[in-house]
Every structure is written in C-alpha cells, then in structure tokens.
C-alpha cells in the first residue's frame, strides 16, 4: 500500500527557512514521480514542486522557484523539501503526493493529476 506521511512543519518568521520531510512506503522512487503541493485557506491546492521517475526532471512552482529545493533520500524512501527565505504567503497546509510516472500537466506540478497523498503539515510564516 501506497503511503507518505509529511512532517516538519511549524511556525517562523519572514525571511527564515524550514525543512520538511516526507517519509513514505509501498513504492519506489524509480517507478512513481514525488512532488509537494500547498493548500492555504480559502484557496486552491499549488503545485511545489515534483521530481519525475523516468528521467529526474524536477519542476518547481513559480512562486518558490530560487527559494525552495527539493532532494531525496532514495534508502530511507523519503523526500525533503529545504524552503529558504520564507513568506508569510508561503502559509499552507503542506503536502507529499505521487504519480506514476511523470509529473502532471504542462508545468509539471498539477495538483489534480498526482494520484496519491499524505496528510499534510502546516507551515506558518509571520511576518
């Protein structure tokens, strides 16, 4: 069975940085895309960023593109997400999902075609 479990979340103020990681189990990073998505309050999911399985081409949302990176550890079978230079519109619900095999939609982090999700962890960055 297919499951992710995201952690790390918390609050810190503008400007700081905040790992997150995303343990999972039931498959391998060789058969299935990973990426993290963000949901804030009243609005739609957002793609983060997602890393596909065929050839490793990772694909970042717009807003965190320079500011967050993405890396795996393929032993453990977790991925982490390093968000540096935080904003207080990075406050989210945070999310690890997959999709076999390729990351979704034209720019890669298309929230409605990843296939299975973790709860997510709460991030909050005051300003």
């Known amino acids: 069975e297919v499951q992710l479990q995201a952690s790390g979340g918390g609050l810190v103020q503008a400007g700081g940085s905040l790992r997150l990681s995303c343990a999972t189990s039931?498959?391998?990073?060789?058969?299935?895309?990973i990426g993290w998505f963000r949901q804030a309050p009243g609005k739609e999911r957002e793609g983060v960023v997602c890393?596909?399985?065929?050839?490793?081409?990772?694909y970042y949302g717009h807003s965190v593109k320079g500011r967050f990176t993405m890396s795996s550890d393929n032993a453990k079978g977790t991925v982490y997400l390093e968000m540096n230079n935080l904003k207080p519109e990075d406050t989210a619900v945070y999310y690890c999902?997959?999709?076999?095999?390729?990351?979704?939609?034209?720019?890669?982090?298309?929230?409605?075609?990843?296939?299975?999700w973790g709860k997510g962890t709460q991030v909050t960055v005051s300003s």
């Open positions: 890393i596909a399985s065929d050839d490793g081409s990772t």
């Open positions: 999902a997959t999709a076999p095999p390729i990351c979704p939609g034209p720019s890669g982090v298309e929230p409605s075609g990843m296939l299975r």
């Open positions: 039931g498959f391998t990073f060789d058969d299935y895309a």
